[in-house]
């Protein structure tokens, strides 16, 4: 394999996605085979595993898995996520180690409705995503959507909230990162219950 990264690898990093992947799906995040999710395997190039496309992904195996580049092309196994290069665009702009997108209700509610932004204070759970409980406003970003990777990469560069590490597609679902996957999958519940807090308010 390309940079040092071996099969071994490679499986042991579709292990961690398959795991992840059948949390998120049991909390009803990735019904269907929708949804995606990748973790860094290599920087210099940058090389990401990302969960194979049309895939239940309650029911991943670690062979359920792709090594692609960073333009989300494959390198190494079937066919990667559609939305692949905009994993690898995420990483490379953030420096994540891991990056969630799944498909919620509360996510795609809430950027219909505040397609400008969803701005969150004097929530003790903005903790959860390293910001203070009170007195400071943190927004969440929320761009239209695009079947077009690189112009929704540019979207989501161009809207990016360093206090955020996350945005939401108008119609579509929610993108978070983490420096690991477990980090990630902390930050995409974290985020997910601040916009179900949101969409209750409503």
Do not use: C
């Not at 998120?24 to 190039?45: I, K, Y």
């Not at 969960?51 to 990667?80: I, M, Y």
């Amino acid at each position: 394999m390309t940079a040092d990264i071996t099969a071994q690898d490679l499986h042991e990093a579709g292990a961690v996605l398959a795991a992840e992947s059948a949390r998120f799906a049991s909390f009803g995040w990735m019904r269907g085979t929708s949804g995606n999710l990748s973790v860094v395997l290599s920087r210099e190039p940058l090389l990401l595993a990302v969960t194979a496309s049309g895939h239940d992904k309650g029911e991943l195996t670690p062979a359920d898995v792709v090594l692609v580049d960073g333009q989300g092309a494959a390198v190494q196994g079937g066919k990667p996520s559609a939305e692949a290069e905009l994993h690898a665009r995420v990483a490379a702009l953030t420096g994540a180690g891991a990056v969630v997108h799944v498909h919620t209700v509360a996510s795609v509610t809430m950027g219909h409705r505040q397609p400008g932004g969803i701005a969150f204070r004097d929530v003790e759970m903005l903790k959860g995503v390293g910001q203070p409980a009170h007195d400071v406003e943190v927004v969440l970003p929320v761009i239209a959507n695009s079947q077009d990777m690189k112009e929704l990469g540019d979207r989501l560069e161009e809207a990016r909230n360093p206090l955020m590490p996350a945005v939401v597609v108008a119609g579509h679902g929610l993108y978070v990162w983490g420096a690991d996957p477990r980090q990630a999958r902390h930050y995409t519940e974290v985020v997910e219950w601040l916009l179900e807090l949101e969409l209750a308010r409503r």
